[in-house]
C-alpha cells in the first residue's frame, strides 16, 4: 500500500534549468496538492486539484505551473528554477466528503537549486 | 488572510509528563481540524482529525476543539522521547488547509 509516492526524492539543480516533480496516489482520492516547506515557514500551498480536470492557485503560485494528468497524477514544473525555490516539496492527496477528510502526504522532494 | 498560529516553542516536557500543545484560527467558518506529527527530515503524518466541539480521544493523545473561541490543542498523555517532534496544526479552507508554523517538543528521558 504505497499512498503518496513522490519522485525524485533529491534534485540539484542549476538556475535556470527545468524540472518536473512527479506524484502519484493510489487511494482514489479526489483532490491532490502541492506544498512546500522552508524553516521558520511552515507549509505553504503552491497549487492544488480539487478534482480531475481543474486546478487552482494556492498561497504561493509564482515560479511553478502544475498538471493534472488523470486521477492519480498531478505533476509541478518548474520552468526556470530560481535559488529561492530551494526547498521541500511535498504532494498530499484527500478525499472530498464532508467534513473535510485530512491530507495524506509523499515523502517530500528535496530541491537545490545553485 | 486566514491564519494559524502555534508557538514555535521548543517546549520541552520531562518522559511521562503530559505535553500541552495549543493552537488558534482566524477563520471562523472552519469547520475540520487536523493535528500532524512531523520529524525531522520527514513527511508529515496525521495524528488527530477533529470536527466538533469537545474532545476526542486516541490512546495517549486528546484533541480539544472550542469553536467559540477559534482554538484547537493536543495532549499528549505520558511522553515520551519518541515524542519529540514538531506538530502542526492545520483548518480546512475550501478544499485545501491553512497549516500553523507547528510546535517543536522535546521530550527528556
Known amino acids: 500500500n504505497a499512498g503518496v509516492t513522490q519522485t525524485p526524492k533529491f534534485q540539484v539543480l542549476k538556475t535556470g534549468q527545468s524540472m518536473t516533480l512527479q506524484c502519484a496516489q493510489d487511494?482514489?482520492?479526489?483532490?491532490m496538492y502541492w506544498y512546500r516547506q522552508d524553516p521558520g515557514m511552515g507549509l505553504r500551498l503552491i497549487y492544488y486539484s480539487a478534482s480531475e480536470g481543474t486546478t487552482d492557485k494556492g498561497e504561493v503560485p509564482n515560479g511553478y505551473n502544475v498538471s493534472r494528468l488523470n486521477k492519480r497524477e498531478f505533476s509541478l514544473r518548474l520552468e526556470s528554477a530560481a535559488p529561492s525555490q530551494t526547498s521541500v516539496y511535498f504532494c498530499?492527496?484527500?478525499?472530498?466528503?464532508?467534513?473535510?477528510?485530512?491530507?495524506?502526504f509523499g515523502d517530500g522532494t528535496r530541491l537545490s537549486i545553485l | 488572510q486566514k491564519e494559524v498560529e502555534q508557538n514555535s516553542g521548543p517546549l520541552s516536557v520531562p518522559e511521562g509528563a503530559i505535553a500541552s500543545l495549543n493552537c488558534t484560527y482566524s477563520?471562523?467558518?472552519?469547520?475540520?481540524f487536523f493535528w500532524y506529527r512531523q520529524y525531522s527530515g520527514k513527511s508529515p503524518e496525521l495524528i488527530m482529525s477533529i470536527y466538533s466541539n469537545g474532545d476526542k480521544e486516541d490512546g495517549r493523545f486528546t484533541a480539544q476543539l472550542n469553536k467559540a473561541s477559534q482554538y484547537v490543542s493536543l495532549l499528549i498523555r505520558d511522553s515520551q522521547p519518541s515524542d519529540s517532534a514538531t506538530y502542526l496544526c492545520?483548518?480546512?479552507?475550501?478544499?485545501?488547509?491553512?497549516f500553523g508554523k507547528g510546535t517543536t517538543l522535546s521530550v527528556s528521558s
Open positions: 498530499a492527496s484527500s478525499e472530498i466528503k464532508a467534513p473535510n477528510q485530512p491530507q495524506h
Open positions: 487511494m482514489n482520492h479526489n483532490s
Open positions: 492545520a483548518s480546512t479552507a475550501g478544499t485545501a488547509l491553512i
Open positions: 477563520d471562523r467558518v472552519s469547520q475540520s
